[in-house]
Protein backbone atom coordinates (compact mmCIF):
# COMPACT_ATOMS: atom_id res chain seq x y z
CA UNK A 1 0.00 0.00 0.00
CA UNK A 2 1.51 3.96 -0.89
CA UNK A 3 0.04 6.88 0.61
CA UNK A 4 -0.13 9.55 -2.20
CA UNK A 5 -3.25 11.70 -1.68
CA UNK A 6 -5.51 12.05 1.40
CA UNK A 7 -7.64 9.77 2.95
CA UNK A 8 -5.14 7.03 2.29
CA UNK A 9 -3.98 5.11 5.32
CA UNK A 10 -0.41 3.47 6.82
CA UNK A 11 -2.06 1.22 9.26
CA UNK A 12 -1.53 -1.90 6.96
CA UNK A 13 2.06 -0.40 6.33
CA UNK A 14 3.72 0.44 9.56
CA UNK A 15 5.79 -2.89 10.49
CA UNK A 16 8.25 -3.59 13.13
CA UNK A 17 11.95 -2.75 13.79
CA UNK A 18 13.80 -4.42 11.02
CA UNK A 19 11.36 -4.39 8.20
CA UNK A 20 10.94 -1.87 5.33
CA UNK A 21 9.80 1.43 5.96
CA UNK A 22 6.30 2.26 4.14
CA UNK A 23 6.36 4.03 1.03
CA UNK A 24 4.78 7.11 1.78
CA UNK A 25 4.15 10.21 -0.67
CA UNK A 26 2.34 13.26 0.29
CA UNK A 27 2.34 17.56 -0.45
CA UNK A 28 4.57 18.84 2.17
CA UNK A 29 4.71 22.35 3.96
CA UNK A 30 8.21 23.54 4.63
CA UNK A 31 8.27 27.16 5.17
CA UNK A 32 9.48 29.49 2.77
CA UNK A 33 8.72 26.79 0.21
CA UNK A 34 6.52 26.17 -2.75
CA UNK A 35 3.98 23.50 -2.20
CA UNK A 36 5.61 20.33 -3.46
CA UNK A 37 5.57 16.37 -2.76
CA UNK A 38 7.86 14.60 -1.10
CA UNK A 39 8.51 10.67 -0.69
CA UNK A 40 9.83 9.24 2.39
CA UNK A 41 12.39 7.66 0.03
CA UNK A 42 13.69 10.89 -0.90
CA UNK A 43 15.53 11.06 2.14
CA UNK A 44 17.24 7.26 1.70
CA UNK A 45 20.92 7.69 2.49
CA UNK A 46 20.42 9.49 5.86
CA UNK A 47 18.47 8.87 9.00
CA UNK A 48 15.24 10.09 9.39
CA UNK A 49 12.45 10.56 12.25
CA UNK A 50 9.11 10.55 11.20
CA UNK A 51 6.96 11.77 13.29
CA UNK A 52 3.25 10.17 12.73
CA UNK A 53 -0.23 12.09 13.66
CA UNK A 54 2.00 15.00 14.66
CA UNK A 55 0.15 17.76 17.04
CA UNK A 56 1.47 21.25 17.14
CA UNK A 57 3.23 20.45 20.79
CA UNK A 58 5.09 17.69 18.92
CA UNK A 59 5.82 19.13 16.15
CA UNK A 60 7.13 22.51 18.15
CA UNK A 61 9.38 20.31 20.66
CA UNK A 62 10.65 18.80 17.27
CA UNK A 63 11.75 21.98 15.97
CA UNK A 64 13.48 22.45 19.18
CA UNK A 65 15.75 19.59 19.23
CA UNK A 66 15.57 19.85 15.39
CA UNK A 67 19.41 20.70 15.47
CA UNK A 68 20.22 17.92 18.09
CA UNK A 69 18.71 15.36 15.91
CA UNK A 70 20.74 16.95 12.64
CA UNK A 71 23.70 16.58 14.68
CA UNK A 72 23.27 12.85 14.94
CA UNK A 73 22.62 12.99 11.35
CA UNK A 74 19.13 12.80 11.31
CA UNK A 75 16.69 14.27 9.04
CA UNK A 76 13.41 14.77 11.06
CA UNK A 77 9.48 14.99 9.43
CA UNK A 78 6.68 15.08 10.68
CA UNK A 79 2.91 13.91 9.38
CA UNK A 80 -0.33 15.12 10.23
CA UNK A 81 -3.68 14.08 8.51
CA UNK A 82 -4.42 18.57 8.09
CA UNK A 83 -4.87 19.27 4.56
CA UNK A 84 -1.50 21.62 3.29
CA UNK A 85 -3.55 24.96 3.40
CA UNK A 86 -4.62 24.57 6.96
CA UNK A 87 -0.66 23.21 7.81
CA UNK A 88 0.25 26.24 5.94
CA UNK A 89 -2.09 28.54 8.30
CA UNK A 90 -0.94 27.06 11.46
CA UNK A 91 3.58 26.66 10.75
CA UNK A 92 3.42 29.64 8.24
CA UNK A 93 5.04 31.95 11.24
CA UNK A 94 6.37 29.63 13.07
CA UNK A 95 9.87 30.18 12.67
CA UNK A 96 11.48 27.64 14.42
CA UNK A 97 9.73 25.02 11.85
CA UNK A 98 12.43 24.47 9.50
CA UNK A 99 11.43 20.57 8.72
CA UNK A 100 9.32 19.37 6.18
CA UNK A 101 5.39 18.60 7.38
CA UNK A 102 4.16 15.96 5.38
CA UNK A 103 0.35 17.06 5.04
CA UNK A 104 -3.24 14.39 4.42
CA UNK A 105 -1.45 11.55 5.63
CA UNK A 106 -4.46 9.77 7.23
CA UNK A 107 -2.69 7.92 10.56
CA UNK A 108 -4.11 8.25 13.84
CA UNK A 109 -1.91 6.89 15.63
CA UNK A 110 0.75 8.80 17.09
CA UNK A 111 3.62 6.84 16.34
CA UNK A 112 7.48 7.83 15.51
CA UNK A 113 9.67 5.53 13.19
CA UNK A 114 13.10 5.89 13.31
CA UNK A 115 14.61 4.91 9.59
CA UNK A 116 18.22 4.28 8.93
CA UNK A 117 19.69 5.44 5.49
CA UNK A 118 18.94 1.92 3.54
CA UNK A 119 15.15 2.44 3.87
CA UNK A 120 14.76 -0.11 7.04
CA UNK A 121 12.87 0.77 10.03
CA UNK A 122 15.13 0.77 13.41
CA UNK A 123 12.62 1.91 16.18
CA UNK A 124 8.42 2.49 16.18
CA UNK A 125 7.26 3.88 19.39
CA UNK A 126 5.09 5.75 21.05
CA UNK A 127 5.79 9.57 20.77
CA UNK A 128 6.11 10.79 24.22
CA UNK A 129 8.67 13.67 23.87
CA UNK A 130 11.18 14.68 21.41
CA UNK A 131 13.57 14.21 23.88
CA UNK A 132 12.85 10.25 24.19
CA UNK A 133 12.74 10.10 20.50
CA UNK A 134 16.41 11.73 20.37
CA UNK A 135 17.14 8.99 22.84
CA UNK A 136 15.66 6.43 20.95
CA UNK A 137 17.89 7.88 17.15
CA UNK A 138 20.67 7.75 19.49
CA UNK A 139 20.27 3.95 20.92
CA UNK A 140 20.11 2.95 17.34
CA UNK A 141 23.51 4.87 17.10
CA UNK A 142 25.61 3.83 19.83
CA UNK A 143 26.11 0.14 17.93
CA UNK A 144 27.38 1.98 14.82
CA UNK A 145 29.66 4.23 16.79
CA UNK A 146 31.54 1.26 18.39
Same mark, same amino acid.
Given at each position: ?T ?7 ? $??? =? ?6 ? /?? *? ?8 E ?19 A ?10 E ?15 ? /??D ?6 R ?11 L????E??? =? ?8 ? $???VG ?10 ? *???? *?????A
Amino acid at each position: MTVRRAGRSL $IHM =IASPGTAA /PV *LAADAFVRGEQRRTLELADFRGTWVVLALAARHVDVLELAELEEAFAADGAVVLAAT /PADWHDTHDRYGSEQSVRFPILTAVEEQRR =ITLVVDPGGV $IRHVGLRRSARETLAA *LEAQ *LLPLAA
